[in-house]
């Protein structure tokens, strides 16, 4: 008999290192399930239709269209939260509206799966309270990472077992970028607390990057609006306007991920603008705003790349960007050593989402 799954993350928002996240779940589990039918609790079902093989659904906020989502749990064998950094607590809010359909899932006796999260930061004592409660009543766990395995344990989780894998975006295969790379240096800027004097501090460094190298630079927004006003605040600031873009607005997140792949080399606050390039073994620059970035820097042995942006001194960071770009090649080469563990790791989260669709 065909099996469902009904996946609940933050779909549809117009955040290209979501919509990567689901694209490698949908084909990881559609490599090892062909006849898996996959349907998407969405803010954009439409739009979710359209850039994936799937079926999707309106996710729904607060009390409006829980019961389109009632049924869509009704129909399906397991209920998959993930992948991404869904557990954390910076708001109050956001806990509640992941553990809601986990609980509404669980109602209903289905089956309910964490799938390559992301956990942290959960620092109140009521974040951790609701984590253990909800945690050990699903039946199957993946994270993305050790911290956020030890996280878990930490809040309390004792049950079931929690295996690490890794990114499900890294199970991306159909993602083909132009066939040789652009004498261009892509940027993935955000707004975090404090961007605004550190803006013009951006535009200074890429000032630099661009009269060192002579390559053009690419702002690169990730998440919409929201980068776009990063990337507008700092070209206001740059001297060679000739030489520094942004890319044009509305193109899909697959087309902003392919673009990152034809970039010389990747500086970015976005985790998934360090994934999606060394998934194209594009060398990469992190700029740790959160410590996901740190830890994927550490995994993939590249630290030496990694400055914190609460504490980043711009002649610093200049200079690493230099050093980063001269050691191109060797980072290529170890790019092809690290990634593929990586991609295999995390082609076991949808092994195990088989396994307990298997389970009676």
Not at 24 to 44: F, H, K, N, Q, Y
Request: glycine fraction near 8%; charged fraction near 25%; charge should be neutral.
């Amino acid at each position: 008999m065909k099996k469902n799954v009904l996946i609940f993350g933050y779909y549809g928002y117009e955040n290209t290192g979501d919509e990567m996240i689901l694209k490698g779940m949908v084909e990881s589990l559609r490599r090892r399930m062909p006849d898996l039918s996959i349907t998407v609790l969405s803010a954009d079902p439409a739009k979710t239709e359209r850039e994936l093989p799937v079926q999707a659904v309106f996710a729904g906020r607060r009390w409006d269209g829980l019961d389109a989502v009632w049924q869509a749990i009704r129909k399906t064998d397991l209920f998959i939260l993930g992948g991404g950094g869904l557990l954390q607590d910076r708001e109050r809010r956001i806990l509640p509206f992941w553990f809601s359909r986990v609980g509404m899932a669980k109602a209903q006796g289905k089956k309910v799966m964490y799938y390559g999260l992301g956990v942290g930061p959960i620092t109140s004592l009521w974040g951790k309270r609701q984590v253990r409660w909800f945690s050990n009543r699903v039946d199957g766990i993946t994270v993305r990472d050790q911290e956020s395995a030890d996280l878990l344990v930490d809040c309390g989780v004792t049950r079931p077992s929690i295996h690490v894998t890794a990114d499900p975006a890294l199970s991306i295969r159909e993602l083909v970028p132009g066939s040789d790379p652009m004498p261009t240096i892509g940027f993935c800027l955000r707004t975090w607390p404090g961007w605004e004097e550190r803006a013009a501090d951006f535009a200074r460094i890429i000032d630099r990057v661009v009269a060192e190298t002579g390559r053009d630079v690419e702002m690169i927004p990730l998440h919409g609006d929201e980068d776009r006003q990063m990337a507008a605040r700092v070209l206001q600031s740059v001297q060679h306007t000739e030489k520094v873009s942004q890319s044009e607005p509305g193109i899909t997140p697959i087309s902003v991920a392919q673009r990152l792949g034809c970039m010389e080399m990747v500086v970015s606050m976005r985790l998934h603008g360090l994934i999606l390039s060394g998934l194209q073994r594009v060398p990469y620059v992190g700029i740790s705003y959160d410590p996901k970035v740190t830890q994927f820097m550490k995994l993939t042995g590249m630290e030496t790349w990694n400055t914190v942006f609460d504490s980043f001194q711009p002649e610093a960071l200049y200079q690493q960007i230099g050093s980063a770009y001269r050691q191109r090649e060797e980072t290529i080469r170890h790019l092809n050593e690290i990634m593929p563990p990586l991609q295999e790791a995390a082609e076991r989260n949808a092994a195990y989402a088989a396994d307990l669709l298997e389970r009676d």
